[in-house]
């Protein structure tokens, strides 16, 4: 939404459901003219990093939730609808590419008066936040990659939606009613830019250059992603810091699915630990640690 535009539609962008979504505190600012929701944790405890949660292709942060609000008393916790998703205004001119949403990420921090962060993206987030990596490498402290998207397996289009397709079969079903109103607003038009950027960007490149600690988490029933002996074969020639986690039993939306395994993983991951099955998250789900990079040794 650009500044000049009026008053009055910048309340109804700005319309606030009457329950609360989230047990984070929900709240709007503007950034470069444009409204932004977010949330945010209500009392961050005194000290901690701040850890941002970066949502994927069409939808907005609110499918994030489960992880992120498990994770809410260990950092200071931030969950914003990039500009044109969810809840937050357009920009007037052309829809985002994947550098502009690693650019309005970075200015929704400035907003927020934080320098450094550590990003946990899923699906279209993770070459969001490689991107970021790549334009502001001073400013990230850890990447978390979750289902990465994006790469040759997803195209062409058709071939990404018949996968989206067949996940939407392996998630649970209230998944639906949270997904769903996002996809409606985001609209087709968009749909196909978005993806047509997505699919020219260097996924595979920007993450095998990342220059800083990087956890990828995937889900061994994730059709989005290729085979895991593929994974396996990639994953060999990497000697940078990049730990490389299989949830057996998850699909792609793995922040809503299971929030559970994944913050146990997160929180194992920021303190170096070794990573090990969540005994609190019983269940047909297991944690397999499948590489670890040889500084994280």
């Not at 405890?45 to 992120?68: C, D, I, K």
């Not at 299989?246 to 939306?253: L, N, P, S």
Request: glycine fraction near 8%; hydrophobic fraction near 40%.
């Amino acid at each position: 939404m650009a500044a000049t535009e009026s008053t009055s539609n910048r309340h109804r962008t700005r319309r606030t459901p009457k329950h609360p979504q989230s047990r984070l505190a929900e709240r709007w600012t503007t950034v470069d003219g444009v409204d932004v929701f977010y949330r945010e944790s209500a009392e961050p405890p005194p000290g901690a990093p701040v850890m941002m949660h970066v949502h994927g292709f069409g939808l907005s942060g609110r499918y994030l939730l489960p992880t992120a609000e498990l994770l809410d008393g260990d950092f200071h916790t931030l969950v914003p609808d990039l500009p044109g998703f969810g809840r937050s205004g357009r920009r007037s001119r052309r829809e985002l590419d994947v550098p502009d949403l690693a650019d309005a990420a970075a200015r929704f921090l400035d907003d927020r008066q934080v320098e450094r962060v550590t990003l946990v993206g899923n699906s279209m987030g993770c070459p969001v936040i490689c991107e970021f990596a790549h334009l502001y490498p001073d400013r990230l402290e850890r990447a978390i990659l979750v289902s990465p998207a994006g790469g040759l397996h997803n195209q062409p289009l058709v071939r990404a939606m018949a996968q989206l397709a067949r996940d939407g079969g392996r998630e649970p079903r209230s998944m639906v009613g949270v997904a769903a109103p996002d996809y409606l607003k985001f609209g087709l038009t968009s749909t196909a830019r978005m993806f047509d950027s997505l699919m020219r960007y260097p996924t595979l490149q920007r993450l095998l250059a990342l220059p800083i600690p990087t956890l990828a988490v995937l889900g061994d029933r994730d059709p989005l992603m290729p085979p895991l002996d593929r994974v396996h074969e990639v994953v060999a020639h990497i000697d940078t810091d990049v730990l490389v986690v299989v949830i057996e039993g998850a699909a792609h939306a793995i922040n809503f699915s299971h929030p559970g395994e994944l913050a146990h993983i997160i929180r194992q991951f920021m303190a170096d630990r070794p990573i090990a099955d969540d005994p609190d998250s019983p269940g047909l789900a297991r944690i397999v640690e499948v590489h670890r990079g040889t500084g994280l040794a």
